[in-house]
């Protein structure tokens, strides 16, 4: 199971790949819905999950289980002003940390990844549950940057 969820993290980026760099930096700027984040900081919040997440898997491949806080990802997004900064050099760290964070599934020992996860008050989940939800979460958040 360890190599399918590391081969499936490297084909998600990829795909994304070309998707991002096709948003227009006019088009990074508008919203995914009235009142909601724009383009930017969607890919930003995207860009902070995997910077939590990049901890989570580190620490949990290391240890006999994880324990962590949730992120506030409202003051995340705007702590870092990712409506500022230009979409290329968004989409740029994007693939920089995933690709990172891909690297360290593919170096998760397979014993490790029932390894129990208790991130802020959320039920706990194995490793390599955590991994597919993020996965999953990451889908979610593309496809919104995505849409028209």
């Not at 590391?6 to 790949?17: C, L, M, S």
Request: proline share 4%; net charge neutral.
């Amino acid at each position: 199971m360890p190599a399918s969820i590391h081969a499936r993290f490297e084909r998600e980026i990829n795909q994304a790949e070309t998707r991002l760099r096709s948003v227009s930096e006019e088009t990074s700027r508008t919203t995914i819905r009235p009142g909601g984040w724009i383009r930017k900081q969607v890919l930003g919040h995207l860009i902070d999950s995997a910077l939590n997440n990049h901890q989570r898997f580190v620490r949990a491949a290391l240890q006999d289980e994880y324990r962590g806080p949730t992120y506030e990802q409202d003051g995340w997004v705007r702590m870092h002003a990712y409506d500022s900064i230009p979409w290329r050099v968004l989409v740029d760290l994007w693939l920089s940390q995933n690709h990172l964070l891909a690297r360290v599934v593919s170096q998760v020992p397979a014993t490790k990844f029932n390894v129990q996860c208790f991130v802020g008050d959320n039920a706990p989940m194995s490793l390599q549950e955590l991994m597919e939800d993020y996965l999953r979460h990451m889908l979610h958040h593309l496809d919104q940057i995505y849409q028209s």
